[in-house]
């Protein structure tokens, strides 16, 4: 069952295509990334998705609904949250307080809402940071409050756009953990990522853009062993390189 | 959120300390400090309606002089032309005034920084000329009172101010009650969400236009009230009295010297200016040759270059430097994001 | 239709008047995206520098109005200095209420020190004249404002754009972080640009006296139609201020004359809003 469904969805600033007639679809349940090289209009496709911008053609469907031009508020309260590449916490509020705005979007009240935000601050490791201003906080906690905000408003879909970026690699391996756990309590998730590391283990579907196309689609192994992908990382050159020592039997 | 309460506790004791003030008889029988005390009150309440779209809300707004007005001449009409009592007045003020702010902020709304501040200045000066020429409303000369039977059902009182007082004090507790509840409850916190990211605000389900309105209708009707209790202690209004870029900048600075986008805002800048203002004037006579003004205007300066979060930022970080657990502020240090 | 043509002039007379004093905004506008709100004070001060000289030293005004520019070009240098530098990095509102700060400390200054009384300087050299073109009353200390701000203005123009000074100016206006890699003195020209700034509407000011009373309150209302002039214009366009500035002038006149004077400003405020709600970015913005 298609919980997510971009249908041919071209974006255009002027004379540059950001998004190409991308199509795809997100399972309920599953965790489905979305990368890359820079540039590859990963960014612009999830602005699009979550209504920030109006796609130029082309249409999307959340939850059989169509969602195409509407505005992001309205996407959110249907369930499709996003959170954003260079975040954005909510400066002079305190981590709490963050928490609950994500919070009061679906809860009947205050004490639904509070008790919603601490549930999700202690999922995210954050309660130690609780009282504290979200703008004097390292950009680690930074994201993880961007994470945690846009649990507590309790999604369908959520959204993550390259959350691992600057993390250590231990850092990346508990908000490996931490998606795991989001995902087995319901929540399907569509990730954008640049860290292969990130995102191969976890993901049941990866879909590659290159120059605002969609080159591939599939499963991670079968992305990770796929030309167009190589190539579309590494340059035609090492993909070559790449083959040609593959058929000898060495490993790259 | 036990600090929540405590902080409550205090409100309601200083609410409570100030009732008790008349029956104090070396204040009740001083006619000029009771004076003062009421009109603390007054633009304490004031100041905290323009909180709430100003401070709260992010969205600096020069116009709230103009719902000051059509509040004071509200009630003024239903007493001086309609020879009513002001209540009917002051429900349609303050009513017109939440229309019309609507109405206004819609447009504004999609001006970026200075040119939104810019609208609103433009607004104020176009309402005060209209006013200024418009027959029904009294145009350049104004209403004046007239005598009418004391009590609360004419809001009005001669002997003594003791009865201005206690209206002021419930004016005070009714807008700060207001501002305090929709603090801690969702409203508040998509509010202060929207004034510290719209596009972050709206990812989070908030629609930003909905609440802006909204809080810019309750802010002028709340301006509005605050009108209706002026020209009812004023006994007298004109367009340049209510309807002026000077007064529009009183509900602004009054709060920024406070500490916008908190409670005590309000409060501690009319605490600060009223009584400058009045205690020049009374010693040097007519505008006091401006003195309080220019303490005021220097007192500005210093607060918006040296400490953006007013008097309760300087509280606070004395609060903190003495020891006790410092809580983060409820509310902004920023009174604007452009 | 001779009385239509004789607005106009008066209308466009003044509106030279606006654009000298609103250069000065849309430099520091353009410059370092500042409202100064005292900018309008600025106007009254240098008013008050031109009346007291011919008041007291007699001296004329067409020579106090370089008393009048080097004073406020200090006093524009000293704002940004002591208030405006720290506002930089502060929202952009800071520097608004700072200087709406500075506005009332002016006003207020000047009211206790001169009173509110109204001055006007007579017995100046070019002192009431006017001269007749075919059925046109032109009056002379208008008209040499007029064109005294027009050579200003121009001149400025082509400092911003021709001077290398003027190069500095536009590059830190652009990006004042790349600007200062390329080794451009930002705070230099911050204080420059603020000072001169000042020092236009201190010329601005000088000729004045003869035909418009002075008093403390003067300076609120050119403050308004300066930032109106520099908001239609668009955003940092010396054109656009000169050309805003001239509509403003009249249509301040022409609503005057044919509608009532309390509506002057009625259609000038009336223009920005339909102006700024349909086409936000100004006449000329970028």
């Not at chain 1, 109006?54 to 249409?59: D, I, L, P």
């Not at chain 1, 995902?183 to 640049?194: A, C, Y």
């Not at chain 3, 654009?19 to 409202?35: K, N, R, S």
Request: hydrophobic letters at 50%; a positive charge.
């Amino acid at each position: 069952m298609a919980l997510l469904e971009i249908r041919d969805v071209t974006k255009k600033f002027g004379e540059l295509v950001a998004n190409d007639r991308v199509s795809f679809t997100v399972d309920t349940g599953a965790i489905v990334g979305l990368i890359g090289p820079n540039g590859a209009g990963k960014t612009t496709l999830f602005n699009c998705i979550s209504g920030l911008l109006k796609t130029s053609s082309g249409r999307i469907f959340f939850d059989g609904i169509e969602i195409t031009g509407l505005p992001s508020y309205r996407i959110a309260r249907m369930g499709a949250v996003r959170t954003f590449q260079v975040v954005r916490p909510l400066k002079d509020m305190t981590v709490f307080d963050n928490v609950l705005v994500g919070a009061f979007l679906h809860a009947t009240g205050g004490t639904q809402a509070r008790e919603t935000a601490e549930t999700c601050i202690g999922m995210c490791n954050l309660t130690e940071y609780a009282d504290k201003p979200a703008g004097d906080l390292p950009i680690g906690i930074k994201k993880r409050l961007e994470l945690a905000r846009a649990l507590a408003a309790r999604p369908k879909l959520l959204m993550l756009d390259e959350v691992m970026a600057g993390l250590t690699s231990t850092e990346v391996k508990t908000a490996l953990e931490l998606i795991r756990r989001i995902r087995d309590n319901g929540v399907t998730l569509l990730i954008v990522e640049h860290i292969m590391e990130a995102i191969m283990p976890i993901a049941d579907k990866v879909v590659v853009l290159d120059g605002g196309i969609m080159i591939a689609e599939g499963p991670p192994d079968q992305i990770s062993s796929d030309e167009r992908v190589i190539s579309a990382y590494l340059g035609a050159k090492f993909s070559r390189r790449l083959q040609a020592g593959r058929k000898e039997g060495t490993h790259a | 959120m036990n600090a929540l309460k405590r902080k409550d506790l205090f409100w309601l004791a200083l609410v409570a300390l100030a009732a008790l003030l008349p029956a104090v008889s070396a204040v009740s029988a001083n006619s000029f400090s009771m004076h003062v005390l009421i009109l603390i009150l007054l633009y304490a309440s004031m100041s905290q309606a323009w909180n709430i779209i100003g401070g709260y809300g992010g969205q600096v707004s020069f116009g709230h002089s103009v719902f000051f007005g059509i509040g004071a001449y509200g009630a003024g009409m239903a007493v001086v032309t309609y020879g009513l009592s002001p209540w009917p007045g002051i429900l349609i003020g303050m009513l017109a005034a939440a229309v019309v702010a609507v109405l206004i902020s819609y447009p504004c709304f999609k001006l970026s920084g200075h040119y939104f501040a810019i609208a609103t200045f433009a607004i104020v000066e176009i309402f005060n000329r209209v006013f200024l020429v418009w027959y029904w409303v009294g145009g350049a000369l104004g209403l004046d009172y007239p005598i009418v039977e004391e009590g609360l059902k004419n809001l009005m009182w001669y002997d003594t101010k003791t009865g201005y007082f206690y209206c002021a004090l419930a004016l005070f507790v009714l807008v700060f009650g207001i501002v305090r509840f929709l603090e801690g409850h969702r409203f508040g916190y998509q509010l202060r969400a929207v004034r510290e990211g719209q596009e972050t605000a709206e990812s989070l389900g908030v629609n930003s236009t909905a609440i802006k309105l909204a809080a810019m209708a309750l802010s002028a009707a709340l301006a509005a009230l605050c009108g209706a209790f002026f020209v009812q202690y004023n006994l007298r209004v004109d367009p340049p009295m209510v309807m002026s870029l000077d007064m529009s900048m009183k509900f602004v600075l009054v709060t920024i010297l406070g500490g916008a986008g908190t409670l005590a805002g309000p409060l501690l800048g009319a605490a600060v200016l009223i009584p400058l203002q009045e205690y020049t004037r009374a010693l040097w006579g007519g505008l006091g040759g401006g003195v309080d003004l220019i303490i005021f205007g220097l007192l500005i300066i210093i607060i918006v270059v040296k400490q953006p979060a007013g008097i309760s930022g300087i509280v606070r970080d004395i609060a903190k430097r003495i020891g006790r657990r410092p809580t983060a502020a409820k509310g902004g240090t920023s009174y604007g994001a452009a | 239709m001779d009385t239509l043509v004789q607005v106009l002039l008066d209308g466009m007379l003044n509106g030279m008047l606006y654009a000298l004093v609103a250069l000065g905004l849309c430099l520091i506008w353009g410059v370092m995206d500042v409202i100064n709100f005292a900018h309008g004070e600025y106007v009254m001060v240098a008013m008050y520098v031109s009346y007291w000289l011919g008041f007291l030293a007699k001296v004329d005004p067409l020579i106090s109005i370089f008393a009048g520019g080097a004073f406020i070009f200090i006093l524009g240098a000293l704002t940004y200095k002591l208030i405006i530098h720290y506002t930089v990095g502060k929202p952009p509102l800071s520097a608004l209420l700072a200087t709406f700060g500075l506005a009332m400390l002016l006003k207020n200054l000047c009211l206790n020190r001169f009173t509110p009384n109204f001055r006007i300087l007579s017995d100046t050299w070019l002192g009431d004249r006017t001269f007749q073109l075919g059925f046109l009353i032109v009056p002379v200390p208008q008209l040499v404002t007029a064109v005294l701000a027009l050579l200003v203005i121009g001149l400025i123009f082509y400092m911003i754009r021709s001077t290398r000074f003027g190069w500095a100016v536009q590059a830190t206006a652009m990006d004042k972080e790349a600007a200062e890699l390329m080794g451009i003195n930002t705070e230099r020209i911050y204080i420059l640009v603020f000072g001169i700034g000042g020092a236009t509407v201190g010329i601005a000011g000088g000729i004045m006296p003869t035909y418009l009373a002075v008093h403390p309150e003067v300076g609120t209302m050119f403050g308004l139609i300066a930032f109106i002039c520099v908001a239609m214009g668009g955003f940092g366009s010396i054109p656009g201020t000169l050309m805003a500035a001239i509509l403003v002038g009249v249509v301040e006149a022409l609503s005057g004359y044919y509608i009532a004077p309390v509506f002057k400003y009625v259609a000038v405020f009336g223009l920005y809003l339909a102006v700024v709600f349909l086409r936000p970015k100004g006449i000329f913005g970028w």
